[in-house]
């Protein structure tokens, strides 16, 4: 199933992995709707809106921001067959002393804002009968090692909305992909240091895995990729 004809939409895509999925999608033909909070910086990398791209302002922390990016899509190009809800933020809330305030914008970010966009999108999923949704989640939301709490159980319940996406779209041919990278080089790990960014997964690497599980058919469905860039014991 090629790209051709199809309209993806991805949240997060002026740069890191986001940035690297919307090239990625665009090599293989799909029409793009990209959601971020900074259009200049996704017209300077994308080109202008218009034609087969739409550059939509989206802020996740917003509530309403889901539906009206949404309605965008649908107006200007009328169908949707693909959701990567990428857009994210890490700080640090550990449970010791996180500020339950943190915790608030991580969850608004990483777990309402996705719930929120399956929400709006899923009426026009089903109607592609092949609609795709990937959840860029984390290994950190398949186990506990480091000691950002917060984070941690905000990717675990982004693991679960792709499970619940799986199974309330499967009669209609939606089918749900839940990314879980360890370190990928973007920004988001630029203060870490262990692993060196040269030793983490390329994002290019993770937009190459996405391309091919949503150009995969109804029959080949993948509900999690797990990706590290070294050893762990279970992972
Ligand atoms: N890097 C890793 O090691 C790693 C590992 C596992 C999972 N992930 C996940 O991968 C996803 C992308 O991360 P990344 O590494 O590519 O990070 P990144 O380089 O920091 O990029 C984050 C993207 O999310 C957008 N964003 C952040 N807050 C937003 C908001 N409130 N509203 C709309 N857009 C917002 C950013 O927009 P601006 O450009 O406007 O700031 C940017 O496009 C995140 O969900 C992250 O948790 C990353």
Redesign the pocket.
């Known amino acids: 199933m090629r790209g051709s004809g199809r309209v993806a939409m991805i ?9 690297e999925i919307a090239d990625a999608l665009r090599a293989e033909g799909y029409t793009l709707s990209l ?4 259009p200049e ?1 996704a017209r300077a990398r994308f080109g202008p809106d218009g034609g087969d791209l739409l550059i939509f302002p ?4 917003d509530a309403s ?1 889901a539906r009206a990016w949404v309605e965008a899509t649908r107006m200007r190009f009328d169908r949707i067959d693909v959701l990567v809800a ?5 700080p640090f809330v550990g449970l010791e002393d996180g500020d339950p305030a943190d915790l608030d914008r991580l969850f608004a ?2 777990v309402r ?1 996705p719930f929120l966009l399956v929400q709006a999108a899923l009426p026009a999923l089903k109607a592609s009968g092949a609609g795709r949704v990937v959840t ?5 939301g398949k186990r506990v090692m480091g000691l950002n709490a917060g ?1 941690q159980m905000m ?1 675990h319940a982004l693991v679960a909305l792709s499970h619940a996406v799986r199974r309330v779209g499967w009669e209609h041919g939606i089918r749900a992909t839940a ?11 630029a203060h ?1 240091t262990d692993p060196q960014p040269d030793a ?2 390329d ?1 290019k690497d993770l937009a190459r895995l996405v391309a091919t599980v949503v150009g995969l058919p109804n029959t080949a469905s993948v509900a999690e990729l797990l990706v590290n860039c070294r050893y762990e014991h279970m992972l």
């Open positions: 949240s997060g895509a002026t740069r890191g992995i986001g940035a959601g971020v909070r900074r910086a989206y802020e996740a922390a921001a990428n857009a994210g933020i890490a970010i990483d804002a860029v989640a984390s290994l950190s984070y990717k990314l879980c990278p360890g370190f990928v080089a973007t920004d988001l790990t870490v983490m997964t994002p």
